[in-house]
């Protein structure tokens, strides 16, 4: 764990919250054009758009463990500038070959995996180092900013880059994102170096993995939230699949219009956020996740109702409702992790969690090509948001019901 006073902690904290948002822009950008490129510029089936889906977060399941000990270890400044450099040499690649008439499916894929193994290791800084620098009273209000503000750049980033396909191509808005990392990387740079406090971490990996994953699944509260979030997510990766191709080929959408409804996840993310910290005082942080868990489960099944034209703001209603039910959770249930968790086991607890949880998300993904190649997409995507009830019932029936509070 590392201590900033707090003078200094204020301006690191708006440092650090400026870099990740340009950099969520650039992400929020490539959510939209990496997709819509292998669609429209190199015909790519559902299936195959689900191999890029799995491939950006295949690497929580590659690297997820081992990534809390590299954090542990390795000095948190310059791990995060050199995993944005890397994202965005990665990212160049693809305009690169583009401009050689070299650009295929298979890059594509091994990009969203290089991109995909270098966030593993920037999330986890990322979270590590959030509560070194702001006081443990104020993490909850933080944590909303952050996701607020993540939400966003969901709202605008999207849109932004439905804009960018249709002006200047799919291939050129890639660039947006590989000047987004670069730019995060000049200003994470600019922090201060973290001070450690008490020893360094030792004992060999698998020993420090192992304590990471003993602690999660000796913590009840906190082994039933990443049941529940493991759940979320294999949702979200099944919905990185579906949502592109449905919108552009099942309701005709064009790639601008694709952008603003996916936006629509943004401003459910928005409105979830700002409201996290005023429904966790009235009702109790674990009554909350109830409440978010169920209205983000019914609202979520308008998404394959919708049809063309007016239809399409059906789908809108849908992925707000969805996306504002997820923020609430992710809110609470990291900020439990960080309030908890002794400081030295921090970084590995928070690996671990998205080890189990992220590694959902390309399993969803698959599941989802598998599904919508024999039902088709608008079935496919019926029975994957039916499936987010699975997430209030094992809230439900675990301690996380008992409780007020997440504590």
Request: charged letters at 10%; glycine letters at 10%; hydrophobic letters at 55%.
């Given at each position: 764990?590392?201590?900033?006073?707090?003078?200094?902690?204020?301006?690191?904290?708006?440092?650090?919250?400026?870099?990740?948002?340009?950099?969520?822009?650039?992400?929020?950008?490539?959510?939209?054009?990496?997709?819509?490129?292998?669609?429209?510029?190199?015909?790519?089936?559902?299936?195959?758009?689900?191999?890029?889906?799995?491939?950006?977060?295949?690497?929580?399941?590659?690297?997820?463990?081992?990534?809390?000990?590299?954090?542990?270890?390795?000095?948190?400044?310059?791990?995060?500038?050199?995993?944005?450099?890397?994202?965005?040499?990665?990212?160049?690649?693809?305009?690169?070959?583009?401009?050689?008439?070299?650009?295929?499916?298979?890059?594509?894929?091994?990009?969203?995996?290089?991109?995909?193994?270098?966030?593993?290791?920037?999330?986890?800084?990322?979270?590590?180092?959030?509560?070194?620098?702001?006081?443990?009273?104020?993490?909850?209000?933080?944590?909303?900013?952050?996701?607020?503000?993540?939400?966003?750049?969901?709202?605008?980033?999207?849109?932004?880059?439905?804009?960018?396909?249709?002006?200047?191509?799919?291939?050129?808005?890639?660039?947006?994102?590989?000047?987004?990392?670069?730019?995060?990387?000049?200003?994470?740079?600019?922090?201060?170096?973290?001070?450690?406090?008490?020893?360094?971490?030792?004992?060999?990996?698998?020993?420090?993995?192992?304590?990471?994953?003993?602690?999660?699944?000796?913590?009840?509260?906190?082994?039933?939230?990443?049941?529940?979030?493991?759940?979320?997510?294999?949702?979200?990766?099944?919905?990185?699949?579906?949502?592109?191709?449905f919108l552009v080929r099942t309701l005709g959408a064009a790639p601008g219009l694709v952008g603003v409804l996916m936006a629509t996840e943004g401003v459910g993310s928005l409105v979830g956020a700002a409201l996290t910290p005023?429904?966790?005082?009235?009702?109790?942080?674990?009554?909350?996740?109830?409440?978010?868990?169920?209205?983000?489960?019914?609202?979520?099944?308008?998404?394959?109702?919708?049809?063309?034209?007016?239809?399409?703001?059906?789908?809108?209603?849908?992925?707000?409702?969805?996306?504002?039910?997820?923020?609430?959770?992710?809110?609470?249930?990291?900020?439990?992790?960080?309030?908890?968790?002794?400081?030295?086991?921090?970084?590995?607890?928070?690996?671990?969690?998205?080890?189990?949880?992220?590694?959902?998300?390309?399993?969803?993904?698959?599941?989802?090509?598998?599904?919508?190649?024999?039902?088709?997409?608008?079935?496919?995507?019926?029975?994957?948001?039916?499936?987010?009830?699975?997430?209030?019932?094992v809230l439900a029936v675990g301690p996380v019901r008992r409780q007020r509070d997440l504590d």
């Amino acid at each position: 764990m590392t201590t900033l006073d707090r003078r200094a902690a204020t301006g690191a904290f708006w440092r650090y919250w400026t870099a990740s948002t340009i950099s969520n822009v650039g992400d929020a950008v490539t959510a939209v054009a990496l997709p819509l490129l292998a669609v429209a510029t190199l015909n790519a089936t559902t299936f195959q758009v689900s191999l890029i889906a799995a491939a950006s977060y295949v690497s929580w399941l590659l690297i997820g463990l081992p990534a809390g000990v590299l954090v542990a270890r390795l000095p948190l400044r310059g791990t995060q500038v050199a995993m944005d450099l890397l994202r965005a040499l990665a990212l160049l690649s693809i305009p690169a070959a583009a401009a050689l008439g070299l650009l295929r499916l298979p890059q594509l894929v091994v990009v969203a995996l290089v991109v995909g193994l270098a966030s593993v290791v920037f999330f986890v800084g990322n979270s590590t180092l959030l509560p070194a620098i702001v006081p443990a009273d104020q993490l909850t209000g933080r944590n909303s900013l952050t996701s607020g503000t993540h939400a966003v750049t969901q709202l605008s980033g999207p849109s932004l880059g439905g804009v960018l396909v249709q002006a200047v191509g799919a291939v050129a808005s890639l660039l947006f994102d590989v000047v987004s990392y670069l730019v995060s990387a000049i200003m994470l740079a600019g922090l201060p170096r973290p001070r450690r406090t008490g020893d360094a971490p030792t004992g060999s990996p698998l020993r420090m993995i192992a304590d990471g994953l003993r602690y999660v699944a000796r913590h009840r509260l906190m082994r039933s939230c990443v049941a529940a979030a493991t759940l979320v997510n294999f949702v979200c990766g099944a919905l990185l699949t579906l949502t592109p191709v449905f919108l552009v080929r099942t309701l005709g959408a064009a790639p601008g219009l694709v952008g603003v409804l996916m936006a629509t996840e943004g401003v459910g993310s928005l409105v979830g956020a700002a409201l996290t910290p005023r429904i966790a005082r009235r009702l109790g942080s674990a009554r909350a996740l109830l409440l978010a868990g169920t209205v983000a489960a019914v609202l979520a099944l308008l998404m394959p109702l919708a049809r063309s034209g007016w239809g399409l703001l059906v789908f809108a209603a849908g992925n707000a409702g969805f996306a504002a039910g997820v923020v609430v959770l992710s809110v609470l249930t990291r900020t439990h992790r960080q309030t908890v968790t002794p400081p030295e086991l921090l970084s590995r607890v928070m690996a671990t969690v998205r080890f189990v949880s992220w590694g959902a998300i390309p399993l969803g993904a698959l599941v989802a090509g598998l599904v919508a190649s024999a039902v088709g997409n608008r079935d496919a995507l019926a029975v994957i948001c039916a499936f987010t009830f699975a997430t209030p019932l094992v809230l439900a029936v675990g301690p996380v019901r008992r409780q007020r509070d997440l504590d």
